[in-house]
């Protein structure tokens, strides 16, 4: 690991992801199936992926190693003093916690634009925080981080369209869900992901190596399995590892191990606080929200929240270190 390039570790994490997704499948897929009457929709009929206890499961994923990712945003937030000749870290906090805030505000008052501009800017930060040094250089990157990421967002509609409908329910409002219904009567999105798949791979897949694995493995998770269990893999398992080793490698540019070591000291504080949040507030909307709509309330609002300050704060890092 010591030697290892960023690179090298995009490709071999692909090939590592795209594993698991195979060993998934053949604990909770293949073993179901004869392969005479094979029904590539069983997934939909299995307990085990379907249960409240599995969703709970996937909750503390998120809420631990999928959110952990995140944790450095208070070093990075003194650095980001630093350029506007700020001393007080409070300044900082503050401004995290009112963006947060905002968020979910702007979320019961505005749902179903909250939830659009969400998924917009999700799309965009998927595709460009799993690509580590991928078209970094290249005139088109923006257009290939949006594409990248946005086959998160259609492969769950276009596989599991009644599904993902329903998780839009309940995190936003039936208006949401009546402009995806229409939507979805003239096939948009699969379309929509027929067209992200065909761009991210003219932009930069044949270029990369990494894109053979990551992408049909996505592709497989989110035709197999529940949505939430597919972005829980996807989220916490190739995102969430490979930012995590993206920031090991910011800590210590000669060993991505020791930077490791690093960051899981830095990141175990916050990333306690954040855990601890997101389970209190599943306690209190359980009292309101079945299970499974309390989960799925806590995950995507609480991510909203925490995604456009993280965002904002990379935004700004960016912008002042150009």
Excluded at 282 to 291: A, E, G, I, V
Aim: glycine share 2%; net charge neutral.
């Amino acid at each position: 690991m010591d030697k290892l390039e960023l690179d090298d570790f995009e490709f071999y994490h692909s090939i590592w992801f795209a594993v698991l997704v195979v060993i998934l499948l053949s604990i909770f897929v293949f073993p179901n199936q004869e392969f005479e009457s094979f029904d590539w929709k069983i997934i939909k009929d299995n307990p085990i992926l379907t249960s409240s206890t599995t969703n709970l499961i996937c909750f503390f994923l998120i809420a631990t190693i999928g959110v952990s990712h995140g944790s450095l945003d208070n070093y990075k937030g003194k650095k980001l003093l630093k350029f506007y000749s700020l001393k007080n870290s409070i300044i900082f906090y503050l401004s995290y916690i009112f963006v947060a805030f905002f968020v979910i505000v702007l979320w019961k008052i505005f749902p179903a634009l909250t939830l659009l501009i969400f998924l917009i800017i999700a799309a965009y930060h998927f595709g460009k925080e799993d690509s580590l040094k991928e078209t970094r250089q290249s005139d088109l990157r923006f257009f290939y981080y949006f594409s990248r990421g946005s086959i998160i967002i259609f492969a769950p509609l276009a596989f599991h369209t009644d599904e993902t409908i329903e998780i839009f329910k309940i995190i936003s409002n039936n208006l949401f869900v009546d402009y995806i219904f229409n939507l979805e009567k003239f096939y948009f999105s699969k379309f929509m992901l027929s067209l992200v798949l065909l761009s991210s791979y003219l932009i930069s897949g044949r270029r990369s190596a990494s894109f053979y694995f990551e992408v049909p493995s996505i592709l497989a998770m989110n035709y197999f399995f529940t949505p939430f269990f597919a972005f829980t893999i996807y989220f916490c398992f190739l995102h969430s590892i490979r930012h995590i080793i993206s920031l090991s490698s910011e800590l210590n540019n000669k060993s991505i191990k020791k930077g490791l070591n690093v960051f899981l000291n830095k990141a175990l504080p916050l990333s306690l606080i954040t855990a601890i949040i997101f389970i209190c507030a599943l306690y209190f909307l359980l009292n309101l929200n079945q299970l499974n709509e309390a989960i799925f309330k806590v995950i995507f609002i609480g991510l909203a929240s925490l995604t456009f300050p993280h965002i904002l704060l990379e935004y700004l890092i960016e912008k002042n270190e150009k």
